[in-house]
């Protein structure tokens, strides 16, 4: 099973970033409902084909393009049909949810598919995956239709109000610092931790460090759920801001730390896992609330792509540092990695800061201006 995916699943994420920009912002132009259904099907046939027809590198390669243009359809796309039903009062928290459950998915998929290629193959696994897709549609089928609403003109979205929309704006930087970081420490959260197990005094006994990594992320959607109602509650910018500089904090202590006692890289790594994901569903609700509600689709569709972008290159650029500096088996090495990990809040914060400042608005009041 390694061995078929260990690049074609990169052509997933791919095809994500190039597919996001024109499903996304076809919701403003088509009703959501029919992106996210075709998406959906398109992920089931991905997935059954896979478990039947893979046998090499390029059909490995080709249905997993295909799953890839399947998840753009239906992620940003399935916020539309969120946020479109849901009244301006609840959307924040209606939002927050959403945007955190995708870790929920994304891990609980890795855990059936891990149960399902033990007891019968990693065939029978991607067979597995498509049945979400499936449901997925049968959700889609039972939605109301959309309220009235003036669809944007034009066959190809027009970015450019998007682009000149500096509040939203903000939180693309936002969201693309967050997904640097994220996606950073998820990466080589396990093979940080192997590292500091083997390390000569550490004497850790752990268990599966895949499983500590799963355990670690899913600890990281409550966070995000509760920080994402203080920010709606409260001054947003200052929530989001005081989030980033605490992930700041806990990489720059990893850095420091690392080569120290395993108990306590443990635990900064596994907070790391926390707070880097705590600002998700915060960002995500005041990129909903800055965006012009009739360009709304395109909007997100910008912010999925920059999320898309920045997760791919964050883990790459700690990667590269890493080797850069003594490698994985050296203190140094993994203290560069961090210290790219943190870049990532630091943009967020400043960002969201910067914003705020333009706007007039005072980033330290508790209340909302």
Request: with cysteine; proline share 4%; net charge positive.
């Amino acid at each position: 099973m390694s061995g078929i995916l260990a690049r074609p699943k990169r052509a997933g994420s791919a095809a994500s970033a190039v597919a996001v920009p024109v499903l996304s912002s076809a919701t403003d132009r088509v009703d959501g409902r029919w992106v996210v259904a075709a998406s959906s099907l398109l992920a089931t046939l991905a997935g059954t084909a896979f478990a039947v027809l893979a046998s090499g590198f390029w059909m490995a390669l080709i249905l997993r393009f295909f799953a890839g243009i399947a998840l753009a359809g239906v992620h940003m796309p399935g916020l539309t049909l969120l946020t479109e039903r849901i009244r301006e009062r609840g959307q924040g928290r209606a939002v927050s949810i959403y945007t955190s459950s995708y870790a929920v998915g994304s891990s609980g998929s890795f855990l059936l598919a891990g149960l399902v290629d033990a007891m019968f193959g990693w065939r029978y696994a991607f067979l597995a995956s498509a049945i979400g897709p499936a449901l997925a549609i049968a959700a889609v089928a039972i939605l109301s239709p959309p309220p009235p609403r003036q669809a944007a003109a034009g066959v190809v979205a027009d970015f450019r109000n998007v682009l000149r929309n500096r509040a939203f704006m903000a939180y693309v930087v936002g969201f693309a610092g967050n997904t640097w970081e994220v996606f950073g420490i998820r990466v080589w959260f396990v093979a940080c931790l192997a590292w500091v197990a083997c390390i000569p005094g550490n004497n850790l006994d752990l268990p599966n460090l895949a499983l500590i990594a799963g355990v670690a992320s899913l600890a990281g959607v409550p966070a995000s759920v509760i920080v994402a109602e203080l920010a709606s509650r409260g001054n947003r910018a200052r929530v989001i801001i005081a989030t980033c500089i605490l992930s700041v904090a806990v990489c720059l202590a990893l850095a420091v730390m690392v080569g120290s006692g395993g108990i306590l890289v443990l635990s900064l790594l596994v907070l790391l896992q926390v707070t880097s994901f705590a600002d998700v569903g915060a960002l995500g609700v005041g990129a909903v609330i800055a965006a012009d509600p009739s360009r709304r689709g395109t909007a997100m569709a910008v912010y999925a792509l920059a999320g898309f972008t920045t997760g791919f290159f964050g883990p790459a650029v700690g990667g590269f540092a890493l080797d850069l500096f003594g490698g994985s088996d050296s203190a140094s090495g993994w203290t560069a990695a961090f210290l790219v990990m943190a870049i990532g809040s630091s943009a967020a914060a400043l960002a969201v800061g910067l914003d705020t400042v333009r706007s007039g608005k005072r980033v330290w009041r508790w209340r909302q201006t």
